[in-house]
């Protein structure tokens, strides 16, 4: 009797052993597989016009005749050692054409003097692709409530 439990636990370790060298691998290949393609990132500029930050994709982010659009730009704001979002849900903003070069803003957020991390996203209506711009960037406001911007 004590040989067939002996017996008995053999076997099952050595089911447990084979189970997770069979995991590992499988696990290795879901992790490393998970990826479709690398996310797309551009850098885009930002400028101040009418006193409020806006944005431009660079020139080159579409062919002619392409068109781009956006639902908006994801702002983030640094609040001590914290980043707080202060933009409104892009799900909630309706979309809009983005033209390579000119100035885009959109409405809702609040800008003051601080250090801003913005993403947004650029869908081309012709091919689907999807590029996702980025800038971080200060804003200083002098004495009578004039913002400027400082590139990161």
């Known amino acids: 009797m004590p040989e067939e439990l002996a017996l008995l636990q053999s076997r099952g370790k050595k089911r447990t052993f084979m189970k997770c060298i069979c995991m590992v691998p499988a696990i290795i290949f879901l992790l490393a597989g998970c990826h479709f393609g690398e996310p797309r990132y551009g ?3 930002v400028k101040i016009e009418n006193n409020q930050p806006c944005f431009l994709i660079p020139e080159n982010a579409a062919r002619a ?3 781009l659009r956006s639902n908006g730009v994801t702002v983030s704001r640094r609040e001590g050692a914290k980043w707080q979002m202060i933009s409104p ?5 309706p979309a809009s054409d983005v033209k390579p070069g000119e100035c885009t803003r959109w409405e809702g957020t609040p800008w003051g003097a601080g250090e801003y991390g913005t993403l947004m996203r650029i869908d081309s209506v012709s091919t689907e692709d999807t590029v996702r711009y980025l800038a971080e960037f200060y804003l200083t406001e002098d004495a009578s409530g004039q913002l400027s911007v400082i590139n990161k």
Do not use: C, H, L, P
């Open 43 to 45: 850098v885009m500029k």
């Open 89 to 93: 849900s892009a799900a909630a903003t």
């Open 65 to 67: 005749g392409q068109i």
